[in-house]
C-alpha cells in the first residue's frame, strides 16, 4: 500500500485534535460559575428550581386615610410692639427662640424723659392740692362769717366757686400725673402670654417709633396644621380626627383636628382645616408637610411586599401548593391596593390562610416546583446550592499521556512486518 502511511499519520493527528477538544470543554465546563440563584432555566421535570420562603396571607384591620397636604403655622402670633415713639431701646433681654411667660420684659426704652416730667406733674399736684387746702379754708371762713350776716352773698358765693375750682385743677393734675406713669410702664415692652419668641426686628440703641413692630410671638407654643382637602375629601372627615404628618425629616406628629372651613375656596376650590399638633414633635411653622388622616378602620388581606411580583403592567403573587418542604409555584393575578410599611393589601385575588411565596418570588415562573425554608435558613443557602442545574451524562475522555501528545504515530497499532513496504513514488 503506497499511501498508508500518509494516510495513517492525517488519521492520528485527526484524532488527536477531537481528543484535546473535548478535553479542553471538559476542563471550560468545570471552570464556568455556577448558575445564579432566580436563573430563568427551567428545570427538566422532578428538579427543585429554587430555595425560597412563605408567608400566610393575614387577614387584619387597617384603618381608612385621607392624604391631604399642607403647611404648618402658629395657632395665634402675636406682634408686640411699642405704644411710644421717639425713644431710644436701651435694653433687649430676649432672642428668636427663647422661651417667655406672661409679663415678662422682653426690652426696655430710654425712660430719663419720662422721669423728669413725672416728678414736674408730681410737683404740680402737689400744688394744686395746696392751692385746695386754701381755698376750701377761705370758703369755710367765709361761710361762717355769712351766718353772721358779715359778708355778703356775692363774696360767699365766690369762695365757694373758688374751691370747686381748685379741686378740678388738682383732679386734672393727677390725671396729668397718672398718664406719665402709665408712659413709664409702657416703656418696659411685655409680653401679653405665654409662648416662645418666632421673630425680633428690635436693634439695641434704635430709637423706636410708636407701633413699630418689636418681637413676634407663638401664643403658649401652640401649632397648627393647615390642610388643603378637595371636595370629595370634605364630607369624609370631620372634627377630633387623628392626623399624621410626614416631616421633611423623616419623623412624624400627630395632630387633632380641630374644625373645617365652612366654605371653600374660590379660587383654588379647597377647604382648609385646622388640626392641632401635640408637643413633642420636631415640627416647625413654614412646613410644608404631607398627611394621612385616619377614618374607620376596615378588615384588608395583606401579604408581604416582597412577594408582589409586577409583569406587564400587572401584579401577581405565587402560591405554594402543598404543605411539605417541596411544593409547587402557581403564578395568580391580584389586584392591590393600600401600603403600610412593608405590608400590602390584596384587594381582589387571594383568601386568608393562602401560603404565597417571598423571598425569591421574583425569579418563579409558572409551575416551578421549590423548595421552602424559613427565612432566617434562607440566609445560610449559598447561591450555589440555591439552584439545582439538572444533570445530563457526558463521556469523559480518556487521558492522554505526554509521548502521546508528543508523538501522534505512537497512537497507530505496529504495521505487519509480513506485508511489504512499497517505496515506489506516488503517479
Do not use: C
Request: glycine fraction near 6%; proline fraction near 6%.
Amino acid at each position: 500500500m503506497l499511501l498508508r502511511r500518509p494516510v495513517l499519520s492525517l488519521l492520528v493527528v485527526a484524532l488527536v485534535s477531537a481528543l484535546v477538544g473535548a478535553v479542553l470543554a471538559s476542563v471550560s465546563a468545570s471552570d464556568s460559575p455556577p448558575r445564579p440563584v432566580g436563573a430563568t432555566q427551567t428545570p427538566t421535570s422532578g428538579t427543585v428550581a429554587l430555595t425560597i420562603t412563605t408567608d400566610l396571607v393575614r387577614e387584619v384591620s387597617w384603618p381608612l386615610q385621607v392624604q391631604a397636604s399642607g403647611a404648618i403655622a402658629p395657632w395665634q402670633e402675636a406682634i408686640i410692639s411699642s405704644s411710644l415713639g421717639g425713644m431710644p431701646l436701651v435694653e433687649l433681654n430676649v432672642e428668636v427662640g427663647d422661651s417667655v411667660t406672661k409679663g415678662q420684659v422682653l426690652a426696655r426704652l430710654d425712660t430719663d424723659t419720662l422721669r423728669a416730667e413725672e416728678a414736674e406733674l408730681e410737683a404740680g399736684v402737689a400744688e394744686a392740692r395746696a392751692i385746695l387746702a386754701e381755698a376750701e379754708a377761705n370758703r369755710d371762713r367765709a361761710l361762717a362769717m355769712g351766718r353772721i350776716k358779715a359778708l355778703s352773698e356775692q363774696e360767699i358765693q365766690q369762695s365757694v366757686t373758688r374751691a370747686k375750682t381748685t379741686r378740678a385743677q388738682l383732679a386734672s393734675a393727677e390725671a396729668r400725673l397718672a398718664s406719665k406713669r402709665v408712659q413709664l410702664r409702657h416703656a418696659e415692652i411685655r409680653t401679653p402670654d405665654d409662648g416662645v419668641i418666632s421673630a425680633r426686628s428690635a436693634t439695641l440703641g434704635s430709637v423706636a417709633s410708636s407701633g413699630q413692630e418689636l418681637f413676634r410671638l407663638i401664643r403658649q407654643n401652640r401649632l397648627e396644621w393647615h390642610g388643603e382637602l378637595n371636595a370629595s375629601q370634605v364630607g369624609l372627615v370631620a372634627p377630633g380626627q387623628s392626623v399624621i404628618l410626614r416631616l421633611p425629616d423623616g419623623a412624624r406628629a400627630t395632630a387633632v383636628i380641630r374644625k373645617i372651613a365652612p366654605a371653600m375656596d374660590s379660587q383654588s376650590r379647597l377647604a382648609s382645616l385646622y388640626a392641632d399638633l401635640e408637643p413633642g414633635s420636631s415640627a416647625r411653622a413654614g412646613m410644608y408637610v404631607e398627611a394621612l388622616i385616619e377614618l374607620e378602620s376596615t378588615p384588608a388581606l395583606t401579604v408581604p411586599s416582597r412577594s408582589i411580583v409586577i409583569n406587564d403592567g400587572h401584579s401577581y403573587v405565587f402560591l405554594a401548593e402543598g404543605e411539605g418542604k417541596i411544593a409547587r409555584v402557581a403564578r395568580q393575578r391580584v389586584e392591590v391596593g393600600r401600603r403600610q410599611g412593608d405590608e400590602v393589601e390584596v384587594v381582589d385575588g387571594l383568601d386568608a390562610g393562602q401560603r404565597v411565596a417571598v423571598d425569591g418570588a421574583g425569579f418563579l415562573a409558572d409551575q416551578d416546583q421549590v423548595r421552602i425554608v424559613a427565612s432566617t435558613q434562607l440566609d445560610s443557602v449559598s447561591p450555589e446550592s440555591a439552584y439545582i442545574e439538572p444533570t445530563m451524562p457526558q463521556e469523559t475522555p480518556a487521558e492522554l499521556s505526554p509521548a502521546a501528545m508528543a508523538s501522534p504515530e505512537a497512537l497507530l497499532p505496529e504495521p505487519d512486518a509480513s506485508e511489504p513496504v512499497s517505496a515506489e513514488p506516488t503517479q
